[in-house]
């Protein structure tokens, strides 16, 4: 007779249900036999990587028998000059999920608190859920996030606060007065993490850049990765800013070498190819307008979205009107995990793409 191994795992692991990721254009190949699939499901850049990036990926790979520089010096002198940070205020990760990790084994006990909202992005309460310690959900406003709910819903139990801005999966987004509003309410003893996976994306002129507030709010954890706008997310690569205690206490948990040479090395030399996020900004702004433009001729409501994805309301249950895209080709991102059944979340892809997927949009809801 086995073991019962679940009965030797923590409490927080026995309750755990793993992160669902966007389904793979290779498994969907393999499972229907299919090609030419398009994949706009994990919000990833679909201008391809930065000419440069590659470069220095190319001329890393003949270092891959040595261990990456533990400390990620030309990156983080890369961010410095680019965000105009202190080295002692940054912390690397394999992206920016390892940096929310590291957070919570940081600072959570079992049983502490963790508020954040509903429609939140999935990564918190599985992170929570791993330390053994308590989510908080509040209700949304708008799909948003309801600040003040927030701000009701710590205890003296709080120790962590997650806000995405913009949010995953909703696209909605706080702007400046509001959040700052909120952090002057927070409590100094609950660590705030301001999670600015899609921050490069948004061009209005009222959102706030979480890394300009770091000075005045020393709970303040800000977070960025460079899968997104950057264009790197297979190489897996983002980081933290925070105060410099806040800072050496997350490299305590850090494991030596969590980010690969290849990603260091294609993130700091992204960092200098500027005219790459211009362009990764401006392709979004026109496909998000195409794809708004295309659900409305449907019919169609969504969710006005700040980041590289809209979140459509397809007014039926939205997991067969998933699988009907699969067999045409199209990965989309259904939100049931999220409790919201009827919704799918599409990332923005390149112009033909997002004809295609409006297209077979079309075709599948006639059915
Ligand atoms: C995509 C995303 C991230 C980034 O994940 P990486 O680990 O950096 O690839 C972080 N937070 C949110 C809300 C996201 O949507």
Redo the contacts with the bound molecule.
């Keep these: 007779m086995s073991c019962d191994f679940m009965a030797l795992a923590t409490p927080g692991v026995q309750g755990l249900h793993p992160y669902e990721a966007g389904k793979p254009v290779e498994e969907l190949e393999r499972e229907l036999g299919i090609s030419n699939i398009i994949k706009l499901a994990s ?1 990833e850049n679909p201008l391809g990587p930065s000419a440069m990036a590659m470069a220095a990926v190319e001329s890393a790979l003949s270092e891959s028998t040595r261990y990456p520089d533990s400390n990620g010096f030309g990156l983080k002198r890369a961010l410095r000059q680019y965000y105009g940070l202190a080295a002692d205020q940054l912390t690397l990760g394999n ?4 940096v ?1 990790e590291l957070i919570t084994r940081a600072f959570l006990n079992p049983d502490d608190e963790v508020v954040f909202s509903e429609y939140a ?1 999935a ?1 918190y309460p599985i992170l929570t859920q791993a330390c053994s310690a308590k989510a908080v959900i509040t209700p949304a406003r708008d799909y948003g996030h309801n600040l003040q709910a927030m701000a009701e819903a710590i205890s003296d139990k709080t120790r962590l606060l997650f806000i ?1 801005n913009p ?2 999966p909703t696209g909605t987004a706080l702007m400046r007065e509001e959040l700052v509003a909120f952090l002057d309410s927070v409590p100094q003893t609950v660590i705030v993490v301001l ?1 600015e ?2 921050t490069e994306y948004v061009e209005s002129a009222d959102f706030p850049d979480g890394l300009e507030l770091l000075p005045q709010y020393p709970n303040l954890i800000v ?1 960025r ?4 706008a950057w264009g790197l ?1 297979g190489l ?1 690569v ?1 980081f933290a800013a925070a105060n410099p205690e806040i800072t050496d206490l997350l490299n305590r948990v850090r494991q030596p070498f969590n980010v690969s040479h290849l990603a260091l090395a294609a993130a700091e030399a992204v960092l200098s190819d500027h005219d790459y996020l211009k362009r990764s900004v401006d392709l979004n702004r026109d496909g998000m307008q195409q794809l708004e433009e295309g659900l409305k001729l449907q019919g169609l409501g969504f969710i006005p979205s700040y980041g590289n994805f809209v979140t459509v309301d397809v007014a039926r249950p939205a997991q067969p009107v998933f699988e009907a895209l699969l067999h045409e080709g199209v990965i989309v991102r259904p939100l049931a995990p999220y409790r919201m059944p009827q919704h799918l979340r599409i990332s923005i892809g390149l112009p033909e793409e997002n004809d295609r997927f409006l297209r077979a949009l079309r075709q599948v809801l006639a059915c």
Aim: hydrophobic share 30%; proline share 0%.
């Design positions: 919000n992206g920016s999920n390892d929310l992005f990564v995405a949010n995953n999670d996976a899609y977070t990765t460079f899968s997104k997310a897996r983002g």
